[in-house]
C-alpha cells in the first residue's frame, strides 16, 4: 500500500482532544487505503518546560543529558496517539528514535540524521498494522545515546521519512494553514499560496517565516519529497493548504511569489578599516568564531588603504560582535577608526523563481521604495530573491507597497 | 572501588533544588571513594499525570503504549540529575533501562527484571564515570519494547542494580526516615527500627507499609542485599534510616518487631455452601480470575454436608467477588444460601522474626484484644506473623493496645 507521512506540532497535539482530532485525520487517510507514518512533536509548551529545566539545572549543559531530557515530550504523544488510534480501531503503534532506529550524527542537540532503516515498520506494515507513530525530533548516535536534531526537528524527521519509505507525500500540520505571499498581520492582501517551489519556500524560511524547518526543506528538495503545509485546525480537502514542490511542477507563477522581512536585525559597520589582503576573512573569521551569525556585507572602499565594512546581523548578536572587534583591535589583528552598530533597521526581501527569467525585478523593488521615501542602506541580491536593508519604522510601509506592486493578492 | 545503590523516590526529586539536595548526598558517598548507581523515579505527580492520560484516551489501554508513556517521566529526572551532579564536577552520566540494557519479561506494566548486563556502566566507572543515574521503573522487553515493573518498581530495580553489581549495600532514599515499629500517627509510641530482618519487613511491606515495595524485598532477601530506607529530608549518618538485612545480622532483637494494620478490608461469607471436594477450589478460582485479591481464609462446618466460607478481600473488590459469585450461583457451578459482606473491619498483625522461637504470642494478643473488649472476627497465622480481622471502630485501640503490652517503645 502507499505510504504517507503526516507530521503534527506541538499545538496540533496541545490536549487530549488534539490529538483526538489529529488521529481523525489520520483515519481518513488509513480509509483512503494509505499506510501512514505520523511524526509527533511534544504536546505544545513541553519541550520549553523541560529546556527550562536544563538551562536552571546546568547553563553550561552537556548537550548529551539535554538531549535525554527534551526528547521526553515526543514520546509521550507518540504513546498517547497510538493509544487514540487503537480506540479508533486502527491498528497502530508507537517508536521512539532509537526503535526504528532513526541513526543520527552525534552532534547533540543538532544532529544530522544519517539513515533510517525501513526494515522493522514495514514488517509491520506487511502484519497489518496501518499506522507508525513516531517521535518526532530524536535519533540515535552511533555510541547508543539520544539525540535531537534541533528546533522544529520534527519537521526534518517526517521529511526524512517520507525519503526514506519514498512516502507519496508528507502532510505537515501546524497552526497555520499555508504558506503566504506575505504574514497575514502585516498585509490584509496576503493571500495563501496554492504551490510555491523548493527554492522559494527554502528562501522564505531562512527570511523568519517560521511554517517549516529549512533543513526539512533542503532535505525535501534534495529527495523530491512533495510537502503539503496545511492547519489541523480547519476543515480537510485535497487541495488545502500549501504544496512545496519542485518549480516544474508549477505550471505557470507570478515573478514574486511573496515578500519576507525581519525585524530583529541590526546594522554593524567598522569605518576606516586599514585594507590588506584578507582583512575580510580575518573579520568574518573572527564574528563566526564568536558565534554571529552574519548575513549581508557590504564593502565600501573610503579612501586610499582604508575601507568600510558594513553588514547585518540579528539583534542580539550585536554586543557580542563588538566584543570579538573590540579584541581583535587591542590585539592588533585587525585596524579601524570606530565601529558603529544601528539597532533599528529591518530586512526586507522580495522571492520568486520567475526573477530567473524576468529582469526588471530589482529596478522596480528599489522604484517603489524610493516612491515611498524609504532609504535603502543595504542591498543583497540572489538568483531568485532580492533583500533590502531599511530603518525599521518603514517596514510595514515596504511590505504592503511591494505587495501592491507586484500584485501579489492576485493570483497567476 | 566498591559499588554503592541509592535510590531517590519521587518526593525526594520533586524540584530542582530537591535534585540539587539529592545530588549532594550522591556526592558525599563518590568521596568516600564508592563508585554510585543512582536509581531514580518521576518528579513526584509526573507520573500519575501521565497515567491519567492514558486512562482518559484509552480505558482499555494497550499495555505497551502505556509503559512508552508512563516510562518518560524517570527519564527527564535521569537527566537532570546526571547534569546536576556534573555541575557539582562529578563526573556523571545518565543511563535509560534499554540503554543499560535493563533485561525483563514482556508482561507490560508489570514485567520482572530477567537480567541487567553490568558490562557498559562498569566499563564508564573504570574510564573514571563515577556515577550512573538509571531511569528507575523500567526495562526492555526481549521485543526491544520498553517495559515498566508496576508501582513503586523503583525500588525493585534498585535491588536489581544492587544485586547485578554487588553493591556493598542500596540506600533507599524516602519521604519517612525509616521503619517503625507501628504507623506513628496512630501510636504516639511507635519506635523507629534501627534493623529489621528481610523476613519481618515482607510481612510489613505486604500488610500495607507503604516504605518498600514487597517484591524489592523479596529480591533483597534473595540475593542478601543490604537495603537501607532513610530520608532525603533529614541529615545524612551512617546509622540514619533502619537497614534491612539477614536475620543473622540483629544480634538481639523484640520478639515482636511491629505492629501492622489495614483498614481497608472487608469480611465475606458464603453460608450454607453445599460441601464437596474441590469446592474450595472452585471458589477461589473464580474470585481470582475476577481478580479478587483473597487474603484471609476461613472455613466453618455448619452442618453435614453444608459449610460456611469466609474470606477476607480489600475493601473495593467487594463488588467484583459478589458479581463472580452470583454468576456461579446461577451457573450452577457453586450452590450457597446466603452471601454476606462486612464492610467495616480491619485487619490488625504482629510481626516478628523472635515469634519462631518464643511461644504464647498468639495467646498473649488474643488476651490482649478480648481485654480491650475488642471482637476477633478471623484469625491467621504464619511463622512470623499473627493477624487478626476485627470491627474497624477498635483499630486504632488494638494497635496501640498491642504496642503497649509488647513494649515496642523499648529498643531490646
Given at each position: 500500500m502507499p505510504v504517507l507521512v503526516m507530521k503534527f506540532g506541538g499545538t496540533s497535539v496541545a490536549t487530549l482532544d488534539?490529538?483526538?482530532?489529529?488521529?481523525?485525520?489520520?483515519?481518513?487517510?488509513?480509509?483512503?487505503?494509505?499506510?501512514?507514518?505520523?511524526?509527533?512533536?511534544?504536546?505544545?509548551?513541553?519541550?520549553?518546560?523541560?529546556?527550562?529545566?536544563?538551562?536552571?539545572?546546568?547553563?553550561?549543559?552537556?548537550?548529551?543529558?539535554?538531549?535525554?531530557?527534551?526528547?521526553?515530550?515526543?514520546?509521550?504523544?507518540?504513546?498517547l496517539m497510538a493509544l487514540t488510534l487503537q480506540e479508533m480501531d486502527v491498528p497502530a503503534r508507537s517508536w521512539q528514535g532509537w526503535?526504528?532506529?532513526?541513526?543520527?550524527?552525534?552532534?547533540?542537540?543538532?544532529?544530522?540524521?544519517?539513515?533510517?532503516?525501513?526494515?522493522?515498520?514495514?514488517?509491520?506494515?506487511?502484519?497489518?498494522?496501518?499506522?507508525?507513530?513516531?517521535?518526532?525530533?530524536?535519533?540515535?548516535?552511533?555510541?547508543?545515546?539520544?539525540?535531537?536534531?534541533?528546533?522544529?526537528?520534527?519537521?526534518?524527521?517526517?521529511?526524512?521519512?517520507?525519503?526514506?519509505?519514498?512516502?507519496?507525500?508528507?502532510?505537515?500540520?501546524?497552526?497555520?494553514?499555508?504558506?503566504?505571499?506575505?504574514?497575514?498581520?502585516?498585509?490584509?492582501?496576503?493571500?495563501?499560496?496554492?504551490k510555491i517551489a523548493f527554492e522559494?519556500?527554502?528562501?522564505?524560511?531562512?527570511?523568519?517565516?517560521?511554517?517549516?524547518?529549512?533543513?526539512?526543506?533542503?532535505?525535501?528538495?534534495?529527495?523530491?519529497?512533495?510537502?503539503?503545509?496545511?492547519?489541523?485546525?480547519?476543515?480537510?480537502?485535497?487541495?488545502?493548504?500549501?504544496?512545496?514542490?519542485?518549480?516544474?511542477?508549477?505550471?505557470?507563477?507570478?515573478?514574486?511569489?511573496?515578500?519576507?522581512?525581519?525585524?530583529?536585525?541590526?546594522?554593524?559597520?567598522?569605518?576606516?578599516?586599514?585594507?590588506?589582503?584578507?582583512?575580510?576573512?580575518?573579520i568574518f573569521t573572527a564574528l563566526s568564531e564568536a558565534g554571529v551569525n552574519v548575513d549581508m556585507i557590504v564593502q565600501n572602499i573610503a579612501e586610499e588603504g582604508r575601507t568600510d565594512m558594513t553588514w547585518s546581523c540579528p539583534n542580539d548578536q550585536v554586543k557580542r560582535a563588538e566584543k570579538a572587534m573590540e579584541t581583535a583591535k587591542q590585539e592588533g589583528v585587525i585596524r579601524f577608526g570606530e565601529m558603529i552598530a544601528d539597532m533599528d533597521v529591518a530586512k526586507v526581501s522580495v522571492v520568486g523563481i520567475g526573477m530567473r527569467s524576468h529582469t526588471g525585478v530589482a529596478a522596480k523593488m528599489f522604484r517603489v521604495l524610493s516612491n515611498e521615501g524609504i532609504n535603502i542602506k543595504v542591498i543583497t541580491t540572489s538568483e531568485i530573491k532580492i533583500s533590502v536593508l531599511i530603518d525599521r519604522k518603514y517596514m510595514e510601509l515596504a511590505v504592503q507597497a511591494l505587495h501592491d506592486a507586484f500584485e501579489l493578492e492576485k493570483s497567476s
Open positions: 488534539r490529538i483526538r482530532r489529529a488521529a481523525k485525520r489520520v483515519g481518513v487517510e488509513v480509509a483512503k487505503g494509505y499506510d501512514v507514518i505520523v511524526i509527533v512533536s511534544a504536546m505544545s509548551g513541553k519541550t520549553n518546560e523541560l529546556v527550562g529545566w536544563v538551562n536552571e539545572t546546568s547553563p553550561m549543559y552537556d548537550a548529551r543529558e539535554y538531549d535525554a531530557v527534551v526528547s521526553s515530550g515526543e514520546n509521550v504523544t507518540a504513546g526503535q526504528v532506529p532513526v541513526k543520527t550524527t552525534s552532534a547533540h542537540s543538532s544532529a544530522r540524521i544519517e539513515e533510517i532503516p525501513s526494515g522493522n515498520i514495514m514488517a509491520k506494515f506487511k502484519q497489518g498494522m496501518r499506522v507508525a507513530v513516531v517521535s518526532g525530533f530524536q535519533g540515535v548516535s552511533p555510541e547508543g545515546r539520544i539525540t535531537t536534531l534541533g528546533r522544529g526537528g520534527s519537521d526534518t524527521t517526517a521529511v526524512a521519512f517520507a525519503a526514506a519509505f519514498g512516502a507519496e507525500r508528507c502532510d505537515i500540520y501546524t497552526d497555520v494553514d499555508g504558506v503566504y505571499t506575505t504574514d497575514p498581520r502585516v498585509s490584509a492582501k496576503a493571500r495563501k499560496l496554492d522559494e519556500m527554502l528562501e522564505l524560511a531562512s527570511l523568519g517565516a517560521k511554517v517549516l524547518q529549512t533543513r526539512s526543506v533542503e532535505l525535501a528538495m534534495r529527495y523530491k519529497v512533495k510537502l503539503r503545509v496545511l492547519s489541523s485546525f480547519e476543515e480537510q480537502s485535497d487541495t488545502a493548504g500549501t504544496l512545496v514542490c519542485d518549480e516544474e511542477e508549477i505550471m505557470e507563477s507570478n515573478v514574486v511569489a511573496g515578500v519576507a522581512f525581519s525585524r530583529d536585525e541590526a546594522k554593524m559597520t567598522l569605518v576606516s578599516v586599514a585594507d590588506r589582503p584578507g582583512i575580510a576573512a580575518t
